[in-house]
């Protein structure tokens, strides 16, 4: 019996949710950066999208965990998660000390980097299902049996 490792092409999955949500929270960022410089409430709004903004890298990092491990799915996404939390740590960091000449520029580069990712996810996923179906079909656990 042969075990389905990937959803079928053309339906979300939790990975490609979590990336949407952390491009989403990029954007709100980046408008409240603007607001941040022409209204008294800005401040306020960009603290709380950069605690939301923080929690969606974090869960982008858990999705390609557990499509990964459990899904049998390429360990790549976790490496592209993980160096977007990293950066997303040290744009929090810049956030607090109050350094706006590095912090801007890589609030640039990250919502740049989230749309790429976000734009490729559905191309790369289309590629792992079209492996899969050329791959000979693949067992897990299952021991095989001689006919008596």
Known sequence: MAVRTTTAPGRLTFPHVA???????????SV????????????????????VMYGASMLYVLAAV??????????????????????????????????PTLHVPLG??????SLVALALAPARHRTLARA????????????SRQPA
């Open 19 to 29: 990336l949407a949500l952390q491009t989403l929270a990029l954007l709100f960022q």
């Open 32 to 51: 409240t950066a603007g607001l941040l410089l022409t209204s008294s409430y800005g401040a306020m709004l960009h603290d709380v999208g950069s605690r």
């Open 66 to 99: 557990l499509a990964w491990r459990p899904g049998g799915g390429s360990p790549r996404p976790v490496l592209y998660a993980t160096g977007f939390l990293v950066l997303a740590s040290v744009q929090v960091v810049l956030g607090i000390t109050h350094q």
């Open 108 to 113: 640039v580069v990250m919502f740049g980097l």
């Open 132 to 143: 899969e179906a050329e791959a000979p079909p693949r067992t897990r656990g299952v021991a």
